[in-house]
C-alpha cells in the first residue's frame, strides 16, 4: 500500500479488500451454519419425497389420489427427451457446462439489477439451485435474508452436484417443482392438465408444462389460456434458439392450438367421492394394522397404489342415471307439497335443526341467549347454495340454507358382483361436497319389504310349502294392542288366499305377517343372521314389514346368497395394495360365507318368487316401461309414512340394491304413489341397466341367465295364486268387520 501514491487507488483498494474480506467472512459463516444449519451431503444422498397414494379401479383408471403435497415420483426413464429439452432450453441452457452454479448469468443478473435497476433481469437461478430451493424452501422470505437464501443455495447446489449425476439432477428437479395449486412434479402435473403420464406427453404438451414453471398461477393454461398459449410457444422459440428444434419444427408445433384435459384431484370432486372417502377409512384401519406388524405405512406421503374393485364404466353411467332420476324426481316432490312444505312452515321442525348445527351449539357455549342466536342465524349474507341446476351465489342466512338442504331427496346406490362381494358400483350420496353422509357404509334405514324375501325363506327352510295359502284379510291383533297391518291400494281382499308366490311378488303385508307367525320370529331372526346380517333386529311381529334396520351393503351380500348357491358375500372394495414400484404389500381376499344359509332348492323356489315380482309384481314396470328383457329378479321396499323407498335388483352376475329418502326421518313423501320403490328407487337401477345393454363390452353380465329350475321346484310352485274362500267360509265372514285374534309367539309386542 505504501507504494501507492495516489491516495484514490490506496482507499479504493482498501475498500475492495474490506469488501472481500467481509463477503468471504459472511459467506464463510453462512457455510458453517451461523445463519441456519445446511443440509450435510450425507443428508443430501438420502433425501426422500412424499409421494402421494393413488386410488384405481379393477381396470387399472386412476380416480383419486390421498396425498399432503400431490407428487408421484417417476424416473429419469419416464421423462420425455423433448420435455428435458424444454426444460434446459427455457431455465437453464448452460446446465451441462456449469457445476450448479451459472457464474455467468449470475454476474449477468447483478450488474442487471444492481447497476441498471432492472427489476425483469430473473434470478439468475440454476436448475440445481432450483432443486435445492424445492428441496429446502425458503422460510424467511424478508428481502433482507434473499442475499442468504441465495448463498445458502449456491453451497446445497454445490453439494447436489459432487452427488448427484446431470441425470439425476434433472429427474429430481421434475419430481419435486410446484406447478400451483399443491401440485408437485411433473407426473402429477400431466395428470392433472393432460390426464396423461409424462412418458405419453406431447412436445406442446410438455412445453406448456414447462412454461408454468417461471410463473404457475399466471401461466396456467386452465385459468389463463391466451398466456399459457403464449408461454408456451416462447417455450418452443427456446427450443429451436438452442438447436433442440429447426425452425421449421417450431412454426409448425407452435400453430397446435392449446388443448387441455384437465382433472382437478380434489377429495370433493372427481368419479366416485363416497367410494374414495371409503377407501380412504379402510386404507387408515389397514396402516393402523401394519404399524403393529412393524410396518409403517401413510396413506398421505408413502406413495401407495390402491387397486380397487370399481368398474370404472359401470361407476360413471351409475352416477349418470342416479342425477338424471333424482333430478326429475326432486322436482316432482316438491310439486307435490307445494307451499305447504315442511321445509317452508313447519318452523318447529326448522328450529329443531337449527339446534343441532355447530354454529348454534358454539354461540349456545359462549353463553349466548336464545333470542340472540337465531337473530344471528337469520342475518343473510352471501352464501353458495347447490342445487340439481349447479351452485349459485344467494342472500341467505344460516336458516335459510338448513331450509333448503333439508328438503334434497338422497340415496344410497350399490352394486356387488355375488360370486366374490366385490364392489362394481358405489354412490353414497347425491352430492360429495354437500352431502358428506354415506348413506352405504353409515347409514342404517329401515328396509321396508325387502325383508320379506328372508321371512320367506325361513318359512321354506321351516317346512312350510310354497303353495300353503294364506288368508289376505286385514286382522287386528288382541295381544298387540289392536295393531293391524294392511295392504296398500283398495281392492278387497277379504276372502281372497294367496299363494306365498303370489304375495311375495304382490308385497301383501297381512300375508307377511301370517308367514312370520306360522313361521317363528326367532326363526326368522336367525335366518337373517345365516344370511350375513348382524344388526340387531326387532324380536317384533313387525319385523316381517321391514322395521329392522340394516346396513346397505348389508343388506346386498345377504341377497348376494340367492344367485351365489345359497352363500352370503361381505362386499369389498379394495384387491391388492402396492408400494410405488408395484410390488404387492397385501391382497385382500373375498370374504364369502362357508356353509350355506338355505337349501339349493329353497334358493331356486325364492329366486322362481322373486322373478315373478319383476315379470308380474311391483317390479313389473321394468319390464313395461323400461323395456327390460334380461333375466332378472327382484324385491321393492316401501316404509311407514313413505319414508324410504327401495329396490333389489338380482342378475346372475350383479346384486343391486338403491335407498332413496331424505337425511331427516321426519320428512317422508307426500304420497305413496311417489314414495314407493318401484317409483322411487327401482328406475335408478332400471335406466343404469339400460345403458349397459346398450354397451357391448357389458354382455358377459346383461347376457346372462339365470339356471333353470329342477322339476321338483317346478312341481312345489305348481299351483294357483289366488284361491277364493269357498262359500260356506264367506258366509261367516264380514267384508266390514275386522278379524281379531292373537298373534302366536312368545314374547310377542307391538
Same mark, same amino acid.
Given at each position: 500500500?505504501?507504494?501507492?501514491?495516489?491516495?484514490?487507488?490506496?482507499?479504493?483498494?482498501?475498500?475492495?479488500?474490506?469488501?472481500?474480506?467481509?463477503?468471504?467472512?459472511?459467506?464463510?459463516?453462512?457455510?458453517?451454519?451461523?445463519?441456519?444449519?445446511?443440509?450435510?451431503?450425507?443428508?443430501?444422498?438420502?433425501?426422500?419425497?412424499?409421494?402421494?397414494?393413488?386410488?384405481?379401479?379393477?381396470?387399472?383408471?386412476?380416480?383419486?389420489?390421498?396425498?399432503?403435497?400431490?407428487?408421484?415420483?417417476?424416473?429419469?426413464?419416464?421423462?420425455?427427451?423433448?420435455?428435458?429439452?424444454?426444460?434446459?432450453?427455457?431455465?437453464?441452457?448452460?446446465?451441462?457446462?456449469?457445476?450448479?452454479?451459472?457464474?455467468?448469468?449470475?454476474?449477468?443478473?447483478? *450488474?442487471?439489477?444492481?447497476?441498471?435497476?432492472?427489476?425483469?433481469?430473473?434470478?439468475?437461478?440454476?436448475?440445481?439451485?432450483?432443486?435445492?430451493?424445492?428441496?429446502?424452501?425458503?422460510?424467511?422470505?424478508?428481502?433482507?435474508?434473499?442475499?442468504?437464501?441465495?448463498?445458502?443455495?449456491?453451497?446445497? +447446489?454445490?453439494?447436489?452436484?459432487?452427488?448427484?449425476?446431470?441425470?439425476?439432477?434433472?429427474?429430481?428437479?421434475?419430481?419435486?417443482?410446484?406447478?400451483?395449486?399443491?401440485?408437485?412434479?411433473?407426473?402429477?402435473?400431466?395428470?392433472?392438465?393432460?390426464?396423461?403420464?409424462?412418458?405419453?406427453?406431447?412436445?406442446?404438451?410438455?412445453?406448456?408444462? @414447462?412454461?408454468?414453471?417461471?410463473?404457475?398461477?399466471?401461466?396456467?393454461?386452465?385459468?389463463?389460456?391466451?398466456?399459457?398459449?403464449?408461454?408456451?410457444?416462447?417455450?418452443?422459440?427456446?427450443?429451436?434458439?438452442?438447436?433442440?428444434?429447426?425452425?421449421?419444427?417450431?412454426?409448425?408445433? +407452435?400453430?397446435?392450438?392449446?388443448?387441455?384435459?384437465?382433472?382437478?384431484?380434489?377429495?370433493?370432486?372427481?368419479?366416485?367421492?363416497?367410494?374414495?372417502?371409503? @377407501?380412504?377409512?379402510?386404507?387408515?384401519?389397514?396402516?393402523?394394522?401394519?404399524?403393529?406388524?412393524?410396518?409403517?405405512?401413510?396413506?398421505?406421503?408413502?406413495?401407495?397404489?390402491?387397486?380397487?374393485?370399481?368398474?370404472?364404466?359401470?361407476?360413471?353411467?351409475?352416477?349418470?342415471?342416479?342425477?338424471?332420476?333424482?333430478?326429475?324426481?326432486?322436482?316432482?316432490?316438491?310439486?307435490?307439497?307445494?307451499?305447504? +312444505?315442511?321445509?317452508?312452515?313447519?318452523?318447529?321442525?326448522?328450529?329443531?335443526?337449527?339446534?343441532?348445527?355447530?354454529?348454534?351449539?358454539?354461540?349456545?357455549?359462549?353463553?349466548?341467549?336464545?333470542?340472540?342466536?337465531?337473530?344471528?342465524?337469520?342475518?343473510?349474507?352471501?352464501?353458495?347454495?347447490?342445487?340439481?341446476?349447479?351452485?349459485?351465489?344467494?342472500? +341467505?342466512?344460516? @336458516?335459510?340454507?338448513?331450509?333448503?338442504?333439508?328438503?334434497?331427496?338422497?340415496?344410497?346406490?350399490?352394486?356387488?358382483?355375488?360370486?366374490?362381494?366385490?364392489?362394481?358400483?358405489?354412490?353414497?350420496?347425491?352430492?360429495?361436497?354437500?352431502? $358428506?353422509?354415506?348413506?352405504?357404509?353409515?347409514?342404517?334405514?329401515?328396509?321396508?319389504?325387502?325383508?320379506?324375501?328372508? @321371512?320367506?325363506?325361513?318359512?321354506?327352510?321351516?317346512?312350510?310349502?310354497?303353495?300353503?295359502?294364506?288368508?289376505?284379510?286385514?286382522?287386528?291383533?288382541?295381544?298387540?294392542?289392536?295393531?293391524?297391518?294392511?295392504?296398500?291400494?283398495?281392492?278387497?281382499?277379504?276372502?281372497?288366499?294367496?299363494?306365498?308366490?303370489?304375495?311375495?311378488?304382490?308385497?301383501?303385508?297381512?300375508?307377511?305377517?301370517?308367514?312370520?307367525?306360522?313361521?317363528? *320370529?326367532?326363526?326368522?331372526?336367525?335366518?337373517?343372521?345365516?344370511?350375513?346380517?348382524?344388526?340387531?333386529?326387532?324380536?317384533?311381529?313387525?319385523?316381517?314389514?321391514?322395521?329392522?334396520?340394516?346396513?346397505?351393503?348389508?343388506?346386498?351380500?345377504?341377497?348376494?346368497?340367492?344367485?351365489?348357491?345359497?352363500?352370503?358375500?361381505?362386499?369389498?372394495?379394495?384387491?391388492?395394495?402396492?408400494?410405488?414400484?408395484?410390488?404387492?404389500?397385501?391382497?385382500?381376499?373375498?370374504?364369502?360365507?362357508?356353509?350355506?344359509?338355505?337349501?339349493?332348492?329353497?334358493?331356486?323356489?325364492?329366486?322362481?318368487?322373486?322373478?315373478?315380482?319383476?315379470?308380474?309384481?311391483?317390479?313389473?314396470?321394468?319390464?313395461?316401461?323400461?323395456?327390460?328383457?334380461?333375466?332378472?329378479?327382484?324385491?321393492?321396499?316401501?316404509?311407514?309414512?313413505?319414508?324410504?323407498?327401495?329396490?333389489?335388483?338380482?342378475?346372475?352376475?350383479?346384486?343391486?340394491?338403491?335407498?332413496?329418502?331424505?337425511?331427516?326421518?321426519? *320428512?317422508?313423501?307426500?304420497?305413496?304413489?311417489?314414495?314407493?320403490?318401484?317409483?322411487?328407487?327401482?328406475?335408478?337401477?332400471?335406466?343404469?341397466?339400460?345403458?349397459?345393454?346398450?354397451?357391448?363390452?357389458?354382455?358377459?353380465?346383461?347376457?346372462?341367465?339365470?339356471?333353470?329350475?329342477?322339476?321338483?321346484?317346478?312341481? $312345489?310352485?305348481?299351483?294357483?295364486?289366488?284361491?277364493?274362500?269357498?262359500?260356506?267360509?264367506?258366509?261367516?265372514?264380514?267384508?266390514?268387520?275386522?278379524?281379531?285374534?292373537?298373534?302366536?309367539?312368545?314374547?310377542?309386542?307391538?
Amino acid at each position: 500500500m505504501k507504494g501507492i501514491k495516489s491516495p484514490y487507488l490506496r482507499y479504493g483498494l482498501v475498500t475492495v479488500s474490506f469488501f472481500t474480506i467481509a463477503l468471504t467472512v459472511f459467506i464463510l459463516s453462512i457455510y458453517f451454519g451461523a445463519w441456519g444449519r445446511l443440509p450435510s451431503k450425507k443428508e443430501l444422498s438420502h433425501f426422500q419425497y412424499q409421494k402421494a397414494s393413488e386410488v384405481y379401479t379393477a381396470d387399472s383408471v386412476l380416480i383419486g389420489k390421498y396425498y399432503l403435497y400431490d407428487r408421484q415420483p417417476i424416473p429419469y426413464e419416464s421423462l420425455p427427451q423433448y420435455l428435458l429439452d424444454a426444460l434446459i432450453a427455457i431455465e437453464d441452457e448452460r446446465f451441462f457446462s456449469h457445476s450448479g452454479i451459472d457464474y455467468p448469468s449470475l454476474f449477468r443478473v447483478a *450488474i442487471k439489477t444492481i447497476l441498471m435497476q432492472d427489476q425483469t433481469a430473473g434470478g439468475g437461478s440454476t436448475l440445481t439451485q432450483q432443486l435445492a430451493k424445492n428441496l429446502f424452501p425458503r422460510k424467511e422470505r424478508k428481502s433482507a435474508n434473499i442475499v442468504i437464501n441465495k448463498v445458502k443455495e449456491m453451497i446445497i +447446489a454445490s453439494r447436489l452436484e459432487d452427488i448427484y449425476s446431470k441425470q439425476e439432477i434433472l429427474t429430481h428437479y421434475l419430481n419435486t417443482v410446484s406447478f400451483g395449486g399443491n401440485t408437485f412434479g411433473i407426473e402429477s402435473a400431466s395428470l392433472k392438465f393432460f390426464n396423461k403420464r409424462a412418458i405419453d406427453l406431447r412436445i406442446e404438451e410438455a412445453a406448456t408444462l @414447462v412454461g408454468m414453471l417461471k410463473a404457475t398461477y399466471s401461466y396456467n393454461p386452465q385459468l389463463f389460456p391466451e398466456k399459457g398459449l403464449n408461454r408456451r410457444n416462447l417455450v418452443l422459440q427456446s427450443m429451436a434458439h438452442n438447436d433442440f428444434l429447426t425452425e421449421e419444427e417450431k412454426d409448425s408445433i +407452435a400453430k397446435i392450438p392449446l388443448k387441455l384435459d384437465y382433472r382437478e384431484f380434489d377429495h370433493n370432486e372427481g368419479l366416485a367421492p363416497y367410494f374414495r372417502e371409503e @377407501v380412504r377409512k379402510q386404507m387408515q384401519k389397514w396402516s393402523r394394522a401394519e404399524k403393529e406388524k412393524g410396518n409403517t405405512y401413510n396413506i398421505y406421503t408413502s406413495g401407495l397404489k390402491i387397486y380397487t374393485t370399481l368398474d370404472y364404466k359401470m361407476q360413471i353411467l351409475a352416477e349418470e342415471t342416479m342425477a338424471k332420476h333424482l333430478k326429475s324426481l326432486q322436482r316432482k316432490f316438491e310439486k307435490s307439497y307445494g307451499s305447504n +312444505a315442511p321445509w317452508i312452515k313447519d318452523k318447529k321442525l326448522i328450529e329443531k335443526l337449527v339446534r343441532k348445527t355447530p354454529t348454534y351449539r358454539k354461540l349456545r357455549a359462549s353463553g349466548w341467549k336464545e333470542k340472540g342466536i337465531m337473530d344471528s342465524l337469520n342475518q343473510k349474507r352471501k352464501m353458495r347454495l347447490v342445487d340439481w341446476y349447479g351452485e349459485k351465489m344467494m342472500n +341467505a342466512s344460516v @336458516v335459510d340454507s338448513i331450509s333448503h338442504y333439508m328438503k334434497f331427496l338422497n340415496t344410497g346406490s350399490l352394486a356387488i358382483d355375488p360370486k366374490s362381494g366385490a364392489v362394481k358400483t358405489w354412490i353414497g350420496g347425491i352430492n360429495y361436497k354437500y352431502f $358428506k353422509y354415506d348413506h352405504i357404509s353409515q347409514s342404517k334405514r329401515q328396509v321396508g319389504s325387502t325383508f320379506k324375501p328372508i @321371512v320367506y325363506t325361513a318359512a321354506l327352510e321351516k317346512g312350510i310349502a310354497p303353495c300353503t295359502y294364506f288368508s289376505a284379510q286385514e286382522v287386528a291383533y288382541k295381544n298387540l294392542e289392536g295393531w293391524s297391518p294392511s295392504n296398500s291400494g283398495k281392492k278387497d281382499e277379504t276372502y281372497l288366499n294367496y299363494s306365498m308366490e303370489e304375495a311375495l311378488s304382490n308385497s301383501v303385508n297381512t300375508v307377511a305377517v301370517k308367514v312370520l307367525e306360522k313361521t317363528g *320370529i326367532l326363526e326368522t331372526i336367525r335366518q337373517a343372521n345365516k344370511m350375513g346380517i348382524t344388526a340387531k333386529l326387532p324380536n317384533e311381529p313387525s319385523l316381517a314389514l321391514g322395521t329392522g334396520e340394516i346396513q346397505l351393503a348389508q343388506l346386498a351380500g345377504a341377497y348376494a346368497s340367492y344367485v351365489n348357491d345359497g352363500r352370503p358375500v361381505e362386499p369389498y372394495l379394495i384387491q391388492t395394495i402396492t408400494n410405488q414400484r408395484d410390488s404387492i404389500l397385501t391382497i385382500f381376499e373375498p370374504k364369502i360365507a362357508e356353509k350355506q344359509a338355505f337349501s339349493d332348492e329353497n334358493r331356486q323356489i325364492m329366486l322362481q318368487m322373486m322373478k315373478s315380482t319383476v315379470d308380474k309384481g311391483t317390479a313389473s314396470r321394468i319390464r313395461s316401461t323400461y323395456n327390460l328383457r334380461n333375466h332378472l329378479a327382484g324385491k321393492t321396499g316401501t316404509t311407514q309414512n313413505n319414508k324410504d323407498a327401495w329396490f333389489v335388483a338380482l342378475t346372475p352376475k350383479l346384486v343391486h340394491v338403491t335407498w332413496v329418502g331424505l337425511d331427516n326421518h321426519e *320428512i317422508g313423501f307426500k304420497s305413496t304413489s311417489l314414495g314407493q320403490g318401484a317409483n322411487a328407487a327401482l328406475p335408478i337401477f332400471a335406466l343404469w341397466f339400460q345403458k349397459l345393454n346398450q354397451d357391448p363390452s357389458f354382455d358377459a353380465i346383461t347376457k346372462a341367465k339365470f339356471e333353470s329350475p329342477n322339476e321338483m321346484v317346478i312341481k $312345489k310352485l305348481d299351483c294357483r295364486p289366488v284361491k277364493r274362500d269357498g262359500f260356506f267360509k264367506r258366509l261367516f265372514k264380514s267384508p266390514k268387520k275386522k278379524k281379531t285374534k292373537r298373534f302366536k309367539g312368545r314374547n310377542a309386542r307391538p
